[in-house]
């Protein structure tokens, strides 16, 4: 059983370019968050989707972040305009089903964003 | 939601059980206690989550009091490779995990 997939592993962004990373879920899982950590800080939550929904966002910067989870492929979530600040590890996470009291959710390994 | 508090830091012998503590008095009848490990740059790692009863998995033991102000995970004979940072997290706050700081847990030959 494959688990969560992330990709790229590491990327390099200049200043206002657009950095994409993606997580494909594990195989029977249609549920996926989203964390960051910046350096030398705690995971914190982004977003969660379903498939084509996004059911909260509460901790997506309201700039520049966006994230989505279609039909068919992975999850993707795109910062626009980079900015050093934005240097962080990205883990995504799939659970195979949300809004119970009780359920695992399963991390990738991250993608390591360096913004120059 | 349940804030927990867990120890900045503990240090175990390789071969020892290493039994790391979390204190969550202000849980509610229907939250979960999880556990969550990171090793160092690694994606988190689920470990076990339990709700009243003692559980144990091929990974660890959770012990939660019968009270379940409190709750201790026990790796029954820590290996170098379980350095890392552990969170105990209760319940799931709209379907997000809230991670605390952890306890980083140093296992030693």
């Known amino acids: 059983n494959a688990g969560v997939m992330q990709n790229p592993r590491h990327l390099v962004r200049r200043r206002g370019q657009e950095a994409r990373l993606r997580c494909s879920p594990m195989?029977?899982?249609?549920?996926v968050y989203w964390y960051r950590q910046l350096p030398e800080e705690g995971l914190k939550f982004m977003v969660y989707?379903?498939?084509?929904?996004?059911?909260?966002e509460s901790g997506m910067p309201k700039e520049r972040f966006s994230a989505e989870f279609p039909k068919e492929g992975p999850s993707i979530l795109r910062i626009q305009q980079v900015v050093r600040g934005d240097s962080a590890a990205y883990f995504c996470?799939?659970?195979?089903?949300?809004?119970?009291?009780?359920?695992?959710?399963?991390f990738g390994p991250g993608t390591r964003l360096t913004v120059t | 939601d349940a804030k927990t508090t867990q120890p900045p830091s503990m240090d175990c012998a390789e071969g020892r059980a290493a039994n790391l503590p979390c204190n969550h008095s202000?849980?509610?009848?229907?939250?979960?206690v999880y556990w969550y490990r990171q090793i160092h740059s690694q994606g988190p790692q689920y470990i076990i989550h339990g709700l009243k009863n003692n559980e144990t998995n091929e990974m660890a033991s959770l012990i939660i009091t019968e009270d379940r102000k409190s709750s201790t995970l026990i790796l029954p004979h820590a290996t170098l490779r379980d350095t890392a940072v552990y969170y105990c997290?209760?319940?799931?706050?709209?379907?997000?995990?809230?991670f605390g700081a952890g306890t980083i847990l140093r296992v030693k030959s």
């Open positions: 996470a799939s659970s195979p089903q949300g809004n119970r009291l009780s359920y695992e959710q399963y």
């Open positions: 997290i209760v319940g799931l706050s709209g379907n997000k995990l809230v």
């Open positions: 195989k029977g899982h249609s549920h």
């Open positions: 202000t849980i509610s009848g229907n939250e979960y």
């Open positions: 989707l379903q498939k084509e929904n996004i059911i909260d």
